[in-house]
């Protein structure tokens, strides 16, 4: 079994007999006139298949001591490939997927009433279909799941229709370690991106031209995607978390402490690193005094990490930890304070989607992948930190698989003196 043929395995564990599920990648969305923005398959189908064209249905059949699944994609049309290039042959969709049954969307119609109807049906009565009802999924013109949904309980009255989003999310939050190897590899990508933005980096530099140099090099070196648009912040623009790119207009100065916030794909799985390192190569009082509280409050998180804890518990192990280093550095005076210093959440899930699947409610199990990041970020003294490692959940705790990336304040320095 392939990797997808093993997901769709699981997904099938978790549907009751006499269902069906259909799983959609989606369509691109207009963005004006018959501007389209640049599609992106939905991640749920991408998960379960590992194809990313649209257009595409996935649909999953169960009934007693049976188990079938179909994939549906765009027909070969040789005058449409004349004007939008080549569509995914049938042969090279099953090689990735490991689907056999691949058909076109233009019998999906047909095929879906086969399967719901009550007369001459290979599975016996299908009572409840599934399908992924999350809002943002388009899968027509004016066509959402929702909408369809309305459509087909006309057609079926008596059909339930229940939601297969959290049965993915279930599968999706436990890394297998092919999907943690593809994280780990998007994170030695992420980290040569790094070493090469260190050595282009110079005052005078605008902020955006090194986030344009990170997509450039990524883009040169394997064709590789951004996880999310890059964040370039120097100065006073590191205290604003998201700093976007179309206000990375500062000029680099000498003495600035720049914070990077960044991440490359590797096939779909996103990497995402924060580094605070001074332009200069050297932290000075302080930059290093915050630097140093951020830097043991990561460690000690990553420390602190194992199952059963959830992304609540980290958060508050964080704002305690902050507040008491900071309180001793005389760093803030009340402790309440740490508010206004630390305004984020210490971890996210990660996978293929940069903030993945999972809330901060949820029980940590082997396998989940989580950040690490706390910061902090004094607006009064033009000073941001963040330090960001990606984390994968393990028996007994937690293993970094960033730790590639410098972050001890030594190895920093002497890091920033060897460039060229
Ligand atoms: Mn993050």
């Known amino acids: 079994m392939n990797e997808f043929e093993l997901r769709r395995e699981k997904l099938f564990n978790s549907l009751p007999d006499f269902s069906l599920a259909l799983v959609y990648s989606g369509v691109s969305k207009i963005c004006s006139e018959d501007e389209f923005y640049p599609f992106e398959a939905n991640r749920n189908f991408f998960y379960l298949t590992g194809i990313e064209q649209e257009n595409s249905i996935l649909m999953l ?79 027509g013109n004016n066509l959402s799941t929702q909408i369809y949904k309305g459509q087909l309980l006309e057609q079926y009255p008596e059909l339930k229709i229940e939601n297969v989003y959290p049965l993915i999310v279930e599968l999706r939050l436990v890394k297998s370690p092919y999907e943690v190897a593809q994280l780990e590899e998007a994170i030695a990508a992420t980290s040569t991106g790094i070493n090469d933005l260190l050595s282009f980096m110079r005052p005078g530099f605008y902020e955006h031209e090194l986030a344009d140099r990170f997509e450039y090099y990524g883009k040169s070196h394997g064709r590789r995607k951004l996880s999310f648009e890059t964040i370039i912040a120097t100065g006073k623009d590191a205290t604003v978390l998201h700093h976007p790119i179309t206000q990375q207009v500062r000029q680099i100065e000498i003495n600035d402490l720049i914070l990077f916030d960044l991440g490359y794909k590797h096939n779909g799985y996103c990497a995402d690193i924060s580094r605070t390192y001074p332009i200069n190569g050297v932290f000075s009082g302080k930059q290093k005094e915050i630097y140093e509280v951020v830097l043991a409050c990561n460690k000690a998180v990553i420390n602190y990490i194992k199952p059963g804890l959830t992304i609540a518990d980290l958060q508050s192990y964080t704002i305690d930890f902050l507040k008491e280093q900071c309180r001793n550095r005389k760093l803030i005076e009340k402790d309440e304070d740490i508010l206004k210093y630390y305004i984020h959440s210490v971890s996210h899930f990660l996978g293929i989607d940069t903030h993945d699947v999972g809330n901060r409610s949820r029980k940590l199990v082997p396998g989940n992948v989580i950040t690490v990041e706390p910061g902090l970020y004094f607006v009064e003294d033009g000073i941001g930190v963040r330090i960001e490692d990606d984390v994968l959940v393990t028996e007994d705790g937690a293993r970094c698989l960033s730790k590639c990336i410098k972050k001890e304040v030594e190895d920093v320095e002497k890091l920033l003196r060897s460039r060229k």
Do not use: C, Q
Request: aromatic share 12%; net charge negative.
């Open 61 to 139: 059949v169960k009934a007693p001591g049976e188990k079938r699944t179909y994939l549906f994609l765009d027909e070969y049309n040789e005058l449409k490939e004349r004007w939008t290039g080549k569509k995914l042959r049938y042969d090279d969709a099953k090689e990735i997927s490991g689907v056999s049954n691949i058909y076109s969307n233009n019998t999906f119609k047909s095929m879906l009433e086969m399967g719901l109807g009550k007369e001459d049906n290979p599975y016996g009565h299908i009572d409840t279909v599934f399908l992924d009802l999350s809002d943002e999924l388009k899968i």
